[in-house]
């Protein structure tokens, strides 16, 4: 192989990248990310300021995609993140790639939007238009990669049949769109298919999760699903069941843990009213108290407290109603039974106009 014969004409202008960047970390991360972090360092050593919305605008990315990429480096531990009293991103330290302070200047960061929680995954695109948008030319020309081609057909075996449109499009959009690498991607259906899960919705819903999660490596992912699998043996647990679950009951499981993205402490407190309060159907009944949870925007034990105490509340309030309106409406004693069946009577709403046009006919 002939090597290259690289020369620099001019040096004025130039932004310095660490090596160890290079080597150790640019090759897992995807193209945002790595745009991102280049353009951040290009800023800080100009000393010129910038803002999540102006790099959102420049790379054609949405700000959730901006601040996604800033904690992916910061979770790495090559910049450093500074919030403000709203949990707003206000500034970035760079570090080099040994963990240690540059002595660069942190670049400030104003965000417009309404706060983001560290802890709350960031939703950065439409992922169904996302999918449904490659066109024909799109599958054919990626399907034509040699190792995309190899993945299609090692789906296709755990399947055990040939894949359909959905499941070929499903699967180029999270390779494609989600940047999951060859590996990430089999490891993904692999991981399900041994589960009982061939829904390919089922695998979408995975990946949009861990996506969300930053779980971009084959280590995070392995390392995701032995804590899921762990989760799962929590909540048999929780519900007095010991073994495997059976495959319906593995979809409540998953749709708890990745529909509802409800930690684990949130989901044992489900089960645990679930064993006081039923020994049938348990996971029907525990499911029916997370999705009135998930509906009403819990994500903390604390917004579960507030609404069992409004709860509480709304319930007192409409039992010293209902003894009010049984107080008001009683009858006088005076009154004879035909003289309360009148008022009974006064009550109902009659439609006249419908009696009337029946009485003509």
Not at 215 to 239: E, F, G, P, R, Y
């Amino acid at each position: 192989m002939i090597p290259l014969n690289i020369k620099l004409e001019d040096s004025k202008g130039i932004t310095l990248l660490s090596n160890t960047f290079i080597d150790q970390y640019m090759r897992d991360a995807n193209d945002a990310q790595i745009k991102i972090y280049l353009y951040l360092l290009r800023m800080v050593s100009a000393n010129l300021p910038t803002d999540i919305s102006e790099i959102a605008d420049k790379f054609n990315h949405t700000e959730k995609d901006v601040i996604r990429s800033l904690k992916y480096w910061d979770n790495l531990g090559l910049i450093s993140l500074s919030y403000d009293d709203n949990n707003n991103i206000a500034g970035v330290t760079f570090k080099n790639a040994s963990g240690s302070v540059s002595s660069a200047n942190p670049v400030k960061k104003t965000v417009t939007e309404s706060p983001v929680s560290k802890e709350i995954p960031m939703i950065s695109m439409d992922y169904a238009a996302e999918r449904e948008s490659y066109s024909l030319d799109d599958i054919k020309r990626l399907s034509s990669d040699p190792e995309v081609k190899m993945l299609l057909n090692a789906a296709s075996q755990y399947f055990g049949r040939p894949l359909n449109p959905t499941e070929i499009r499903t699967i180029l959009f999270i390779h494609d769109r989600l940047n999951f690498s060859i590996d990430l991607t089999d490891y993904l259906i692999e991981y399900s298919v041994s589960h009982d899960q061939k829904n390919i919705h089922y695998i979408e819903s995975i990946a949009i999760n861990w996506y969300e999660q930053g779980i971009d490596t084959l280590s995070k992912a392995k390392q995701n699903t032995k804590k899921t699998d762990k989760s799962v043996i929590s909540v048999m647990k929780a519900l007095g069941k010991d073994g495997t679950p059976a495959a319906n009951e593995l979809e409540y499981i998953k749709k708890w843990l990745f529909t509802y993205n409800f930690p684990l402490s949130i989901i044992e407190e489900a089960c645990q009213r679930t064993v006081l309060a039923t020994d049938r159907n348990r996971f029907q009944y525990a499911d029916s108290i997370l999705k009135n949870w998930h509906t009403s925007g819990v994500h903390s034990k604390k917004d579960i407290v507030k609404l069992d105490e409004e709860y509480a509340s709304s319930k007192q309030a409409k039992a010293s109603n209902n003894s009010n309106n049984s107080n008001n409406s009683a009858a006088p004693k005076s009154y004879s039974k035909t003289s309360s069946n009148f008022l009974k009577m006064e009550q109902q709403d009659y439609d006249f106009e419908a009696i009337e046009k029946a009485l003509t006919k």
